[in-house]
Nanobody
């Protein structure tokens, strides 16, 4: 599966952005799509994940209540709605996916096979 991320940009503190991750072809029901982010000088970190078939979602504590993952199966596209953005959310955001993940692996980037290009999100104060 090839992934293409889009939707990044520059916003002010408290504003919203929606990222998209388009998958090539049909997305299998056991697919997990996730978002990771990497800020300058920091390691890449888990943001959110979604199980394609069940639509169960998982979030990092730092974004819980502010970010929401969803998907449009007909478009094979996943979304990350980011509300109440903070300057500390500034990072390059990457979408990732795999159909071979178990629940305990969802938060770890090394288990994801498919990666999209990053999209920059900048939140100014």
């Amino acid at each position: 599966v090839q992934l293409q991320a889009s939707g990044g940009g520059w916003v002010q503190n408290g504003e919203s952005l929606r990222l998209s991750c388009a998958a090539s072809g049909r997305t299998p029901s056991n697919y997990v799509m996730a978002w990771f982010r990497q800020a300058p000088g920091k390691e890449r970190e888990f943001v959110a994940a979604l199980r394609w078939g069940s639509r169960h979602t998982y979030y990092a504590d730092s974004v819980k209540g502010r970010f929401t993952m969803s998907r449009d199966n007909a478009k094979s596209t996943g979304y990350l709605e980011m509300d109440s953005l903070k300057p500390e959310d500034t990072a390059v955001y990457y979408c990732a996916g795999s159909s071979r993940l178990i629940l305990s692996s969802i938060h770890f980037d090394r288990y994801y096979i498919d990666w999209g290009q990053g999209t920059q999100v900048t939140v100014s104060s």
